[in-house]
């Protein structure tokens, strides 16, 4: 009797436990960073998506090699994925960033060099 009522009493003490975690949890930024990487793991280029209002992207391009990467911003709809734009960075000095107003949830990236080097994210 008791061992049951020991078990009971933990039980209801995870569950309370577990309740005032969630409450307190401080609430998280949905920024995202996706990296853009050849075969050899060289970086070619990075995008930052920024929750905010309005949404804003950022896209960088790290090598000196004469090739660009381009950022897009896509929303999802009945017929599939719809770019809201996208942004090109050649590796000047700074990044290129793009702003948009309507909900973007999805991010894609890639190297406007030779190969079919992409990547994406959902946000």
Same mark, same amino acid.
């Given at each position: 009797?008791?061992?049951?009522?020991?078990?009971?009493?933990?039980?209801?003490?995870?569950?309370?436990?577990?309740?005032? $975690?969630?409450?307190? #949890?401080?609430? !998280?930024? %949905? @920024?995202?960073? +996706?990296?853009?990487? *050849?075969?050899?793991?060289?970086?070619?280029?990075?995008?930052?998506?920024?929750?905010?209002?309005?949404?804003?992207?950022?896209?960088?391009?790290?090598?000196?090699?004469?090739?660009? $990467?381009?950022?897009? #911003?896509?929303? !999802?709809? %009945? @017929?599939?994925? +719809?770019?809201?734009? *996208?942004?090109?960075?050649?590796?000047?000095?700074?990044?290129?960033?793009?702003?948009?107003?309507?909900?973007?949830?999805?991010?894609?990236?890639?190297?406007?060099?030779?190969?079919?080097?992409?990547?994406? #994210?959902?946000?």
């Amino acid at each position: 009797m008791f061992t049951k009522l020991m078990k009971r009493a933990m039980i209801v003490c995870v569950l309370m436990a577990s309740v005032v $975690v969630g409450i307190a #949890a401080p609430a !998280q930024a %949905a @920024n995202k960073t +996706i990296i853009l990487s *050849d075969i050899d793991g060289r970086q070619l280029g990075y995008m930052v998506f920024y929750d905010s209002d309005p949404q804003k992207f950022k896209v960088c391009d790290t090598q000196r090699d004469g090739y660009t $990467v381009t950022g897009q #911003a896509l929303w !999802q709809s %009945a @017929n599939g994925h +719809i770019p809201h734009g *996208d942004t090109t960075d050649g590796n000047d000095k700074g990044c290129n960033t793009m702003v948009f107003r309507v909900d973007s949830d999805q991010m894609r990236l890639w190297w406007n060099g030779p190969g079919k080097i992409s990547t994406f #994210a959902n946000i």
